[in-house]
């Protein structure tokens, strides 16, 4: 009967000691990105362009030179999800080639007559709300970015084309937590397959400090008829995710129609991002 009751005793801790482990393994799984609800972060950023466009003796020149105010408002949503409104605060966007001078400023007056500006404009001051997940990647699209009818010169006005669907990682957040054992140098891939294109991008930790972790990538962008090798570095903040910082150049060859025309195209473009906390 002794010998009985210690295998009980002993079954029991067996029970105990699995049903602990499980319980830790069920919170490292559901550990959250430990961003603050209430919290309020501004992402301003700058991008410059310059586009080469040939066909046979004709050959085009553009510049264009762009700066994005952004707010992103965190809040605490259900399921153990983030509620983010995104608010694009103000767009100033030039366009020169030759004679031809283009100059959006969403603080002036919009020109109605032109699809362009009218494009721009449909995105500036309006709230959009996504969900987010641990990893920091979408779970869900409260109210999405509108479909603006754009003409073929958008493509010149070096202003980015955020991909925010459903399982996308969000723009401001990169999970650090999955880096912390990564070495100095140590290099991951990241491969993507659109509709449009091939995506692969790899990915290495170039330094670590205290507060914060940069990591550096390059990536090759296949994407109907143009080919794009981008390189740049991130700065990540270690406790939130958030990405303080971002550098990017860009160099695209390939073609190109505008005003219904194909040409041969080259373009460069860089693009300095800076994220802080408002509130």
């Given at each position: 009967?002794?010998?009985?009751?210690?295998?009980?005793?002993?079954?029991?801790?067996?029970?105990?000691?699995?049903?602990?482990?499980?319980?830790?393994?069920?919170q490292?799984?559901?550990?959250?990105?430990?961003?603050?609800?209430?919290?309020t972060?501004?992402?301003?950023?700058?991008?410059?362009?310059?586009?080469?466009?040939?066909?046979?003796?004709?050959?085009?020149?553009?510049?264009?030179?762009a700066?994005?105010?952004?707010?992103?408002?965190?809040?605490?949503?259900?399921?153990?999800?983030?509620?983010?409104?995104?608010?694009?605060?103000?767009?100033?966007?030039?366009?020169?080639?030759?004679?031809?001078?283009?100059?959006?400023?969403?603080?002036?007056?919009?020109?109605?007559?032109?699809?362009?500006?009218?494009a721009?404009?449909?995105?500036?001051?309006?709230?959009?709300?996504?969900?987010?997940?641990?990893?920091?990647?979408?779970?869900?699209?409260?109210?999405?970015?509108?479909?603006?009818?754009?003409?073929?010169?958008?493509?010149?006005?070096?202003?980015?084309?955020?991909?925010?669907?459903?399982?996308?990682?969000?723009?401001?957040?990169?999970?650090?937590?999955?880096?912390?054992?990564?070495?100095?140098?140590?290099?991951?891939s990241?491969?993507?397959?659109?509709?449009?294109?091939?995506?692969?991008?790899?990915?290495w930790i170039?330094?670590?400090?205290?507060?914060v972790?940069?990591?550096?990538?390059?990536?090759?962008?296949?994407?109907?008829?143009?080919?794009?090798?981008?390189?740049?570095?991130?700065?990540?903040?270690?406790?939130t995710?958030?990405?303080?910082?971002?550098?990017?150049?860009?160099?695209?060859?390939g073609?190109?129609?505008?005003?219904?025309?194909?040409?041969?195209?080259?373009?460069?473009?860089?693009?300095?991002?800076?994220?802080?906390v408002?509130?």
């Amino acid at each position: 009967m002794k010998k009985l009751m210690i295998n009980q005793y002993q079954a029991i801790l067996i029970v105990l000691m699995l049903l602990t482990c499980f319980k830790t393994n069920a919170q490292q799984k559901i550990l959250k990105i430990p961003l603050n609800a209430g919290k309020t972060y501004l992402k301003v950023t700058v991008i410059k362009s310059e586009s080469h466009l040939q066909n046979g003796q004709v050959k085009i020149n553009i510049s264009s030179a762009a700066t994005v105010s952004k707010t992103y408002k965190i809040e605490a949503g259900t399921g153990g999800l983030f509620d983010v409104t995104v608010v694009t605060n103000k767009i100033t966007n030039s366009i020169a080639s030759g004679n031809d001078q283009f100059y959006f400023d969403s603080d002036s007056v919009v020109n109605s007559k032109s699809v362009l500006a009218t494009a721009i404009a449909s995105t500036v001051g309006k709230p959009y709300v996504f969900q987010i997940d641990s990893g920091g990647a979408i779970a869900s699209v409260k109210t999405d970015y509108p479909k603006a009818a754009i003409d073929t010169v958008f493509g010149f006005t070096g202003l980015e084309q955020e991909d925010l669907s459903v399982g996308k990682k969000f723009p401001l957040i990169a999970d650090i937590r999955s880096l912390k054992n990564l070495k100095i140098g140590e290099k991951w891939s990241d491969p993507a397959l659109t509709a449009n294109g091939e995506t692969v991008t790899e990915f290495w930790i170039q330094s670590r400090a205290e507060t914060v972790t940069t990591i550096a990538f390059s990536k090759t962008i296949t994407n109907l008829g143009l080919n794009t090798q981008s390189t740049g570095t991130y700065v990540v903040d270690n406790i939130t995710g958030v990405i303080m910082q971002r550098k990017v150049q860009n160099f695209t060859t390939g073609y190109q129609t505008l005003k219904n025309t194909s040409y041969v195209s080259s373009r460069s473009s860089t693009i300095t991002e800076n994220c802080s906390v408002v509130n």
